[in-house]
């Protein structure tokens, strides 16, 4: 079963505008969210986390909004640039002794200039 | 301070042989975590370890086995080796056994043929 989901496999946007990545969970245990960044050829980057008790994260252009109600989370990035251009990844932590993470299939933006 | 590293970036097996993939952790990390990322998923956690012991495992069966040295390197072994293993093994390090602030290496693309 799929516990995080990102449901859009790509987003293109325009350079300057806002990109706007979504993702959703079914288990109401995970009490902390991340979002990597993956260049080809390159591992996952930290982008960004929430955690459960919060609704909001901001860090420069990147802003992570959680919706505990509705189980969803969005990473906005304001203004959007090309280097931004990249596959990024959703990732949940659950309620363990251990920093098991679980990934969204990510989704892939395309900032064009 | 260097980084996750990972070697082979590229290997090339054949359906039943046995592969090792290693991974050196980032400088004062004591904690590692192998996943495998499918073509067009999200990485999938494997197991992880914890001042050389395994404290978290995934859904993967057991001929999918680590181990982590004094050192806190890192192998990661597969046996019997099937189509579907056909992947990118991420590795992963961080401070702490429940401490998710991963840094990955770039991977180990592995083709099973």
């Known amino acids: 079963d799929q516990q995080v989901k990102q449901n859009s496999p790509s987003l293109s946007v325009q350079e300057g505008r806002i990109s706007i990545l979504n993702c959703d969970y079914t288990?109401?245990?995970?009490?902390?969210f991340l979002w990597y960044k993956k260049y080809p050829a390159e591992g996952p980057t930290f982008l960004i986390s929430?955690?459960?008790?919060?609704d909001k994260n901001e860090d420069g252009r990147f802003t992570v909004f959680l919706n505990k109600s509705a189980k969803h989370l969005s990473l906005h990035i304001v203004p959007s640039q090309p280097g931004d251009s990249a596959v990024y990844f959703c990732a949940a932590h659950g309620s363990s002794n251990t920093g098991k993470l679980i990934f969204g299939q990510g989704t892939t933006l395309q900032v064009k200039p | 301070e260097t980084g996750v590293t990972q070697s082979p970036t590229h290997l090339i097996k054949t359906r039943g042989q046995q592969v090792t993939l290693r991974c050196s952790s980032q400088s004062g990390h004591n904690t590692v975590s192998w996943y495998q990322q499918a073509l067009g998923q999200g990485p999938q956690f494997i197991f992880q370890y914890y001042r050389e012991e395994e404290n978290g495992r995934g859904n993967f069966p057991p001929r999918f086995s680590g181990l982590q040295f004094p050192n806190y390197s890192s192998e990661l072994n597969v046996n019997a080796l099937e189509l579907d293993d056909s992947a990118l093994y991420l590795c992963?390090?961080?401070?702490?056994?429940?401490?998710?602030?991963?840094?990955f290496g770039s991977g180990t693309r592995l083709t099973v043929v």
């Open positions: 929430i955690s459960s008790i919060k």
């Open positions: 288990n109401s245990m995970f009490d902390y």
């Open positions: 992963a390090s961080t401070q702490g056994a429940s401490n998710y602030g991963y840094t």
